[in-house]
């Protein structure tokens, strides 16, 4: 299993199919200009060609970091934020910064 984070997202009550959506650009350029450069590189089990457009009703998404790939699963009422079980130091760090990201685009 991994390190999951919860990032309250959307209602539970309505399942996924019905949960708010998650537009990723918005969230690629905060980590940027967090210092933390992402590039999606799966969708939903796919791989993803890097000028291809991103959908906002994902599932499932990879991002690849300077410190590892974090994944990002969305759930009723969440997105949880995930690294492998054996993530080092700075894989967790960049986890926490993915969800902190997160977060702030839902304030």
Same mark, same amino acid.
């Given at each position: 299993?991994?390190? %999951? ?6 209602? $539970? ?10 537009? !990723? =650009?918005?969230?690629? %350029? ?7 450069? #992402? ?10 060609? =890097? !000028?291809?457009?991103? =959908? %906002? ?9 300077? #410190? ?7 759930? =009723? ?12 130091? #700075? !894989?967790? $760090?960049?986890?926490?910064?993915? #969800?902190?990201? !997160? ?5």
């Amino acid at each position: 299993m991994g390190h %999951e984070v919860a990032i309250a997202w959307g209602s $539970a009550v309505t399942g996924v199919s019905g949960a708010a959506p998650c537009p !990723l =650009p918005p969230l690629l %350029e905060k980590l940027a200009a967090d210092g933390l450069p #992402a590039a999606v590189v799966m969708v939903d089990g796919g791989l993803h060609a =890097p !000028l291809a457009p991103l =959908p %906002e009703d994902w599932r499932d998404i990879r991002l690849k970091t300077s #410190a590892g790939t974090v994944t990002l699963t969305r759930k =009723p009422g969440a997105i949880a934020v995930v690294v492998f079980a054996n993530a080092d130091d #700075a !894989l967790k $760090a960049a986890q926490a910064k993915i #969800a902190d990201a !997160l977060r702030s685009l839902k304030a």
